[in-house]
């Protein structure tokens, strides 16, 4: 990942939170084998487990699963079978995951440099995290149960809200399912374990703009009246906000 100064976000935490924020990852492979394409992408959930939530040097693990027809889920099956270590892949894998909130800047906004200067362009605010490194298959049962058992709690809890205190509904939960069909899904998916070795973001939101730029892009946004609009320009003044105070 490309990490400018001004866009790098250094907190492990911060980064830790992006991706439980916003759990839905890109997995990305680079595996040769005779029957897929080399590069394999797929859109999967994920997990991310931590012993410390306040430490700054735990990377953590991602947890995930994978239906086994997905071709990637066979080019994974190949290689963890032909490494050295049983169902331990020795290539690099790649996760990516995004904030939904991102968008277009238009030169417009740039309020006090594009009237004095003309000398500003387009670009894209976003925040994205990277994470790198190794990667188990796992098939037994108790992985998978867990697996599935904790990821159906964090999206019925975190984000949906069904906590089932004051006036929240009840999580749905993989017991209200029957067991039978619960077993035969379960032996149409792989499991997938992710131990961290790099864990790289950006939080790209005009933080290298001077600060009437910055105003006029937070207004250009809020302006927008969307939802999304709103979201990035509280951003760009979160972010903006903190790069100020980090250079009192």
Request: glycine share 6%.
């Amino acid at each position: 990942m490309y990490l400018r100064g001004d866009h790098a976000e250094k907190s492990i935490r911060v980064l830790r939170q992006l991706v439980r924020d916003h759990s839905l990852g890109v997995l990305t492979t680079a595996i040769r084998s005779k029957s897929s394409p080399f590069i394999l992408s797929s859109h999967i959930p994920f997990l991310l487990d931590v012993s410390d939530e306040n430490s700054e040097e735990e990377l953590g693990v991602l947890r995930g699963h994978i239906a086994r027809q997905n071709p990637q889920s066979k080019v994974l099956i190949e290689a963890a079978q032909a490494s050295p270590t049983p169902n331990v892949l020795e290539d690099e894998v790649l996760v990516l995951f995004t904030a939904p909130a991102h968008h277009y800047v238009t030169p417009k906004f740039y309020t006090e440099t594009k009237p004095a200067t003309g000398k500003v362009v387009p670009t894209w605010n976003y925040a994205a995290v990277q994470i790198y490194w190794d990667h188990k298959s796992d098939e037994a049962v108790s992985f998978l149960s867990k697996q599935i058992s904790d990821l159906s709690e964090h999206a019925e809890t975190s984000v949906m809200g069904y906590t089932g205190t004051a006036d929240k509904q009840q999580s749905w939960k993989v017991s209200d399912a029957p067991e039978r069909f619960i077993e035969l899904l379960q032996k149409n998916i792989i499991g997938i374990e992710i131990k961290l070795d790099r864990l790289e973001g950006k939080f790209k939101m005009s933080q290298e703009m001077s600060i009437n730029d910055r105003k006029g892009v937070i207004e250009g946004f809020a302006n927008l009246g969307t939802e999304t609009g709103h979201a990035v320009s509280n951003m760009v003044k979160e972010r903006g906000d903190l790069k100020d105070a980090q250079r009192r």
